[in-house]
């Protein structure tokens, strides 16, 4: 929307606390970021076609400003960003929300400049969420902003960099994928039983190849003695 100055990104600055470039910049990395990290849908990967299904993770940027009358504690922050989540609907591809809805691959960072606060909303932690990468992302922004609160383009950007960053069972597009959750023992369990497989044959090979030892061995022998054996029991003369 023009009023957020997005140029295509989830990411709104209503109260133009960038210029044109750093909103640009900004659009830019977001997108290039979220187009570069795929994530591992864990709940995802028990399907038998896609095993290792990879989705997008989108971040989404909310800066804000305190209003007056307007509480903007932690958890009015949270349930804002909720909100802001659920009408971007950013994990939805071409209008219409995609079958990702069950993979929590998306997250928001709202930062409010002046009152020196960053949120980190998601869905659920099993990628990033307030407890787990949050602080880290919180940390980049406040120390960006710390060491240059005018330059709020920087904070946002660490911010940004510090989320894709704390993403687990990430994968950069053009890697190769992360086996899924469990595949380890079913990729060494047919080797395994390749080389017990391997191990049985050759004993039993080396069994038969002595077996037909010892018969050749007795045939020699049986051979050799029989017509001894055959003349000393010949009948006697009276």
């Not at 600055?13 to 290039?32: G, H, I, Q, T, W």
């Not at 929590?104 to 606060?117: I, K, T």
């Not at 922004?141 to 894709?164: C, E």
Request: one cysteine or more.
């Amino acid at each position: 929307a023009k009023v957020c100055g997005s140029d295509g990104a989830y990411f709104c600055d209503p109260y133009s606390e960038l210029s044109f470039a750093e909103r640009k910049n900004l659009s830019a990395e977001l997108v290039s970021l979220r187009d570069r990290h795929l994530v591992t849908c864990s709940s995802l990967s028990a399907e038998p076609i896609d095993q290792r299904h990879l989705q997008n993770f989108y971040l989404g940027i909310v800066l804000a400003k305190e209003l007056k009358g307007v509480s903007l504690d932690a958890d009015s922050l949270k349930e804002f960003g909720r909100v802001i989540m659920a009408e971007w609907n950013m994990d939805a591809k071409g209008g219409a929300p995609s079958q990702a809805n069950r993979c929590p691959n998306r997250a928001l960072l709202m930062v409010l400049p002046a009152m020196r606060e960053a949120v980190l909303v998601s869905d659920s932690c099993e990628f990033i969420c307030e407890a787990s990468g949050g602080p880290r992302v919180q940390t980049a922004v406040l120390s960006a902003l710390d060491a240059d609160p005018k330059n709020v383009s920087s904070a946002v950007l660490a911010g940004v960099r510090a989320a894709y960053e704390s993403l687990p069972n990430s994968v950069m597009r053009g890697q190769v994928m992360p086996p899924p959750e469990g595949s380890q023992k079913e990729v060494e369990s047919p080797v395994d039983n390749f080389g017990t497989y391997l191990f049985v044959q050759r004993a039993l090979f080396a069994f038969a190849l002595g077996a037909m030892v010892l018969s050749l061995m007795v045939a020699t022998l049986v051979c050799i003695f029989a017509p001894g054996l055959a003349k000393g029991k010949g009948p006697r003369r009276a």
